[in-house]
């Protein structure tokens, strides 16, 4: 017999999405777009992961969720390497979950960056693990990034910032050169960080803040919401 025949094609490394709510939907999208760009899948879906037992079997976005928090463990026993995306936009839970499987030898964490983001000097720019860059985004030169960072759509990041671990940057956030940003920091959609500061573990920044002072940790900065002038 031709051991060719025995062999199983490749179609990807094989990959659970944890989370069901939008974003999770939405990098789901991404790495749709990296499997199109390349003459043979980078990633099969296998499905996703809920917080509830009762969403298991449901179908999103053409996928399964396929197990839940409770039986995690027990579904992931059958791969010998398995692929895993946490793209959940709060800091502290996207740690908890890290915290949780990081102890499974066969998993493995990917950077998922979408092929529309752009990423301007490949050879300065250094990140760990298990982050995700959406479409749109552009990362300029000599930037540090820690793991399980989400950088939302058409965000951007400047020369020579420091990014910690499981940030969240939302859609059309900016961050300028020299910034620094700790551990578990969320930045809300359409903020500014000016050049040079630094912002606090665990800090919140909201929707269109700008920011010109350093940020203490476990600090929230929001700015005024538009009304109708009278």
């Known amino acids: 017999m031709n051991a060719a025949q025995n062999l199983k094609p490749w179609n990807g490394l094989p990959l659970l999405i944890f989370g069901t709510s939008g974003i999770s939907k939405e990098v789901k999208n ?9 003459p043979a899948d980078v990633y099969e879906v296998i499905g ?6 009762k969403d298991v079997g449901s179908i999103i ?14 579904y992931i026993k059958e791969y010998v390497q398995l692929g895993v995306v946490i793209p959940l936009g709060t800091p502290a839970i996207k740690k908890k979950i ?3 499987i990081a102890t499974y030898p066969n998993l493995v964490y990917p950077n998922i960056i979408s092929p529309t983001a752009k990423i301007m000097d490949r050879h300065t720019v250094e990140m760990g693990v298990g982050n995700i ?5 552009i990362l300029t030169t000599e930037i540090k990034m820690g793991s399980f960072n989400l950088i ?3 965000s951007t990041i400047g020369h020579n910032a420091i990014i910690g671990n499981y940030g969240v940057i939302n859609p059309l956030a900016s961050v300028s050169g020299g910034v620094e940003i700790a551990d578990e920091v969320l930045l809300g959609a359409g903020c500014a ?6 912002v606090g573990k665990k800090s919140i920044v909201g929707l269109g ?10 600090s929230v900065m929001i700015c005024k919401a538009a009304e109708r002038k009278k």
């Open 61 to 74: 976005s053409e996928r399964k969720v396929v197990c839940c928090d409770e039986d995690f463990e027990d």
């Open 152 to 154: 939302n759509i058409n």
């Open 48 to 53: 996703f992961v809920s917080e509830c037992k």
């Open 30 to 38: 991404v790495i749709d777009e990296i499997n199109a760009e390349n």
């Open 193 to 198: 960080v000016k050049q040079g500061i630094s």
């Open 209 to 218: 803040a700008i920011i010109v002072k350093d940020i203490e940790e476990d």
């Open 133 to 137: 860059i959406c479409s749109g985004c």
């Open 98 to 100: 890290v915290e949780k």
